[in-house]
């Protein structure tokens, strides 16, 4: 069983490969506004704040603590039981015939049955080892809760950007449209653009307030000791990758075999199925073995007597009668109950893990392919009609609604495509965590 130094560093440099491997960022510039660059004293890239969580998180703190504490329990269940030791003074001696007895001293060392101790430290190593693995699967379920909202913020950043880049391109239409509703131009079409420049004022202000929350997330998960509102994250797409078929059997094997939360639910069934032996054993009984040692006075009566005035000692022997049926009977049905229901959960779990692999991966294919869509097909489309409807308008060859919709229209393709880039990224975030491994 690897100690807990030894279990933090291997991770550490796990989730520095996830980092670098899986969800490789650029940090070449901010996706959001310029005021924030001098926020240095907080993370900015994905590395940074998966490291950051990694050290601060309490709960992934209270987790090590819990596995130190398991650790501990192992010597424990291994140790024969504490010895006793009993006194008797006589206030009255009892006068024998080798002298009156003044003290007596018994020492005693109970001996369970033989298997009995290695049963305990069978069943409290496995409950260790399930608490270790449930602490790896919490350092991967934290990675995947950062990996997810760290790419979430970077969207809404980008959402921000765009929206607020529509917004200044359609201020500055209105005093073209205003001039033109001046020359005898229809009022419809100043009004039509006040009312979309008002939506997407009203958008930008709530978009600012999912940023606070989307920030407090992120600060909550990172322990960071301040309230105010993170910086963007330095976020540039990758090369989008998808999984390879002839890897996709592999991936799930991975899951199976390498899933924390599947390795602890294994080391549950094997502890229940020591518990299982343990409630055998019940039925077998332990062992007392002793030492009595008796202090006699000076003989006054038979001074004369062989031995007289010497303390006698002896060896005991006890053994203790599990007869009790009903108890141990329904120690071992509960035994075997649980180890059924352990070894339930695993199955289930098991196949919940297995369907959350493949939606990831169908998730990550649907993304990758939306990304070439937009990427290469529909955005220059979009750029295209934006200029050419532009060029018409300052033409008087197309109206305002025309032109506001090519706008609407590379807008919302814009934003897919930053969609499905988090999209992609945050899947191969969450088959990581699933197959605790690089892809």
């Given at each position: 069983m690897p100690s807990l130094v030894s279990t933090?560093?291997?991770r550490t440099i796990q989730l520095g490969a996830l980092s670098v491997l899986v969800f490789a960022t650029t940090p070449s510039r901010s996706v959001g506004a310029a005021n924030d660059a001098n926020s240095l004293d907080v993370p900015r890239t994905l590395g940074d704040y998966l490291q950051r969580a990694q050290d601060a998180n309490p709960d992934l703190r209270a987790f090590a603590a819990r596995y130190e504490a398991a650790r501990e329990r192992v010597p424990q269940a291994a140790a024969l039981p504490d010895p006793t030791f009993q006194v008797t003074h006589f206030v009255e001696s009892v006068q024998t015939r080798t002298g009156p007895q003044k003290n007596i001293f018994m020492f005693g060392q109970r001996v369970p049955w033989f298997g009995r101790l290695s049963g305990r430290k069978a069943t409290a190593n496995a409950e260790a080892e399930a608490i270790h693995f449930a602490f790896e699967a919490r350092q991967l379920m934290l990675a995947r809760q950062v990996g997810t909202a760290y790419y979430d913020y970077g969207y809404l950043g980008k959402t921000i950007e765009l929206t607020a880049q529509n917004l200044a391109l359609l201020e500055r239409l209105a005093p073209m449209v205003e001039e033109r509703t001046r020359t005898g131009a229809s009022l419809n079409n100043l009004l039509r653009l006040r009312v979309e420049i008002g939506k997407l004022r009203d958008r930008l202000q709530?978009?600012?307030?999912?940023?606070?929350?989307l920030s407090a997330q992120l600060v909550a998960l990172m322990a960071l000791p301040t309230g105010d509102v993170l910086p963007w994250p330095q976020w540039e797409p990758s090369a989008i990758v998808g999984i390879d078929p002839s890897n996709r059997s592999a991936l799930l094997a991975a899951v199976e075999a390498e899933n924390p939360e599947l390795l602890m639910l294994e080391r549950k069934v094997a502890s229940a199925a020591a518990r299982v032996e343990l409630a055998r054993l019940e039925t077998r009984p332990d062992f007392t073995i002793g030492l009595?040692?008796?202090q006699v006075g000076s003989p006054t009566v038979n001074p004369s007597t062989p031995d007289a005035g010497r303390d006698p000692w002896g060896i005991t022997f006890a053994v203790n009668l599990p007869v009790w049926n009903s108890r141990t009977s329904s120690t071992r049905r509960e035994a075997s109950a649980t180890r059924r229901a352990s070894e339930s959960e695993l199955a289930d779990r098991r196949n919940q893990l297995r369907a959350d692999a493949l939606a990831s991966i169908s998730i990550l294919e649907d993304a990758t392919r939306r990304v070439r869509l937009y990427q290469d097909d529909l955005l220059p489309l979009a750029r295209q009609a934006v200029e050419n409807t532009s060029?018409?308008?300052?033409?008087?060859?197309?109206?305002?609604?025309e032109l506001i919709d090519s706008e609407r229209s590379q807008l919302d393709l814009e934003l897919q495509l930053w969609r499905a880039h988090a999209d992609a990224a945050q899947q191969r975030i969450a088959l990581q965590s699933l197959a605790n491994r690089p892809l």
């Amino acid at each position: 069983m690897p100690s807990l130094v030894s279990t933090l560093a291997a991770r550490t440099i796990q989730l520095g490969a996830l980092s670098v491997l899986v969800f490789a960022t650029t940090p070449s510039r901010s996706v959001g506004a310029a005021n924030d660059a001098n926020s240095l004293d907080v993370p900015r890239t994905l590395g940074d704040y998966l490291q950051r969580a990694q050290d601060a998180n309490p709960d992934l703190r209270a987790f090590a603590a819990r596995y130190e504490a398991a650790r501990e329990r192992v010597p424990q269940a291994a140790a024969l039981p504490d010895p006793t030791f009993q006194v008797t003074h006589f206030v009255e001696s009892v006068q024998t015939r080798t002298g009156p007895q003044k003290n007596i001293f018994m020492f005693g060392q109970r001996v369970p049955w033989f298997g009995r101790l290695s049963g305990r430290k069978a069943t409290a190593n496995a409950e260790a080892e399930a608490i270790h693995f449930a602490f790896e699967a919490r350092q991967l379920m934290l990675a995947r809760q950062v990996g997810t909202a760290y790419y979430d913020y970077g969207y809404l950043g980008k959402t921000i950007e765009l929206t607020a880049q529509n917004l200044a391109l359609l201020e500055r239409l209105a005093p073209m449209v205003e001039e033109r509703t001046r020359t005898g131009a229809s009022l419809n079409n100043l009004l039509r653009l006040r009312v979309e420049i008002g939506k997407l004022r009203d958008r930008l202000q709530t978009l600012q307030q999912k940023r606070t929350q989307l920030s407090a997330q992120l600060v909550a998960l990172m322990a960071l000791p301040t309230g105010d509102v993170l910086p963007w994250p330095q976020w540039e797409p990758s090369a989008i990758v998808g999984i390879d078929p002839s890897n996709r059997s592999a991936l799930l094997a991975a899951v199976e075999a390498e899933n924390p939360e599947l390795l602890m639910l294994e080391r549950k069934v094997a502890s229940a199925a020591a518990r299982v032996e343990l409630a055998r054993l019940e039925t077998r009984p332990d062992f007392t073995i002793g030492l009595t040692y008796i202090q006699v006075g000076s003989p006054t009566v038979n001074p004369s007597t062989p031995d007289a005035g010497r303390d006698p000692w002896g060896i005991t022997f006890a053994v203790n009668l599990p007869v009790w049926n009903s108890r141990t009977s329904s120690t071992r049905r509960e035994a075997s109950a649980t180890r059924r229901a352990s070894e339930s959960e695993l199955a289930d779990r098991r196949n919940q893990l297995r369907a959350d692999a493949l939606a990831s991966i169908s998730i990550l294919e649907d993304a990758t392919r939306r990304v070439r869509l937009y990427q290469d097909d529909l955005l220059p489309l979009a750029r295209q009609a934006v200029e050419n409807t532009s060029s018409a308008y300052e033409g008087d060859r197309a109206t305002l609604l025309e032109l506001i919709d090519s706008e609407r229209s590379q807008l919302d393709l814009e934003l897919q495509l930053w969609r499905a880039h988090a999209d992609a990224a945050q899947q191969r975030i969450a088959l990581q965590s699933l197959a605790n491994r690089p892809l």
